[in-house]
């Protein structure tokens, strides 16, 4: 569970992202929420150096979808690393768990096949209250987590070193 402001970080110990080629698929499914995790995320490469032009951005229908979106942008766009932006919210069936269950394979799935980096940014919450508190709420917002998290694997990608090793 999230303790800490989630939009924490500092940016001397980030990569410079203006070389860098960002892709994000994100789910049109509670676009509330979604769309202030789209927003951090985009905010965030801009203001580590990533252009606006060097952004890709594709929705999809819903979280499921995410993972064939994403593997078509992998496919068919040169990027250096993806976000998947979603959000799950339990209800009263099990939906809840074969959608969480079936878009972190996915993810994880993609990340050992290909050489792209895939950021995991889907939000799994018991409640509407706890994905409000994570998309810019009280907690921050995981779309900025996951942007800096893109920026430093992209990075590694690029390198083959991590950031500590390359002196960010």
């Given amino acids: 569970m999230a303790t800490t402001n989630l939009s924490h970080y500092d940016k001397a110990s980030i990569p410079n992202a203006k070389s860098f080629r960002f892709g994000i698929v994100v789910s049109?499914?509670?676009?509330?929420?979604?769309?202030?995790?789209?927003?951090?995320?985009?905010?965030?490469?801009?203001d580590c150096g990533a252009t606006k032009e060097n952004i890709i951005s594709w929705d999809v229908p819903g979280s499921f979808e995410l993972v064939y979106g994403c593997k078509k942008m992998i496919e068919s766009q040169k990027v250096d690393a993806i976000i998947?932006?979603?959000?799950?919210?339990?209800?009263?069936?099990?939906?809840?768990?074969?959608?969480?269950?079936?878009?972190?394979?996915?993810?994880?799935?993609?990340?050992?096949?290909?050489?792209?980096p895939v950021i995991f940014c889907v939000l799994t919450d018991n409640t509407k209250q706890q994905s409000i508190d994570r998309s810019g709420g009280k907690l921050g917002n995981k779309g900025v987590e996951c942007a800096v998290a893109a920026i430093k694997m992209a990075a590694i990608k690029n390198t083959g070193t991590s950031t500590s090793e390359i002196g960010f």
Avoid at 33 to 43: E, V
Avoid at 91 to 103: A, I, L, P, Q, S
């Fill in 84 to 116: 998947a932006i979603g959000n799950v919210i339990q209800g009263e069936t099990k939906h809840f768990d074969f959608v969480c269950e079936g878009v972190t394979q996915g993810i994880v799935d993609l990340n050992i096949k290909y050489d792209i």
């Fill in 28 to 46: 049109e499914w509670n676009p509330d929420i979604t769309g202030n995790l789209h927003k951090g995320a985009i905010d965030t490469l801009l």
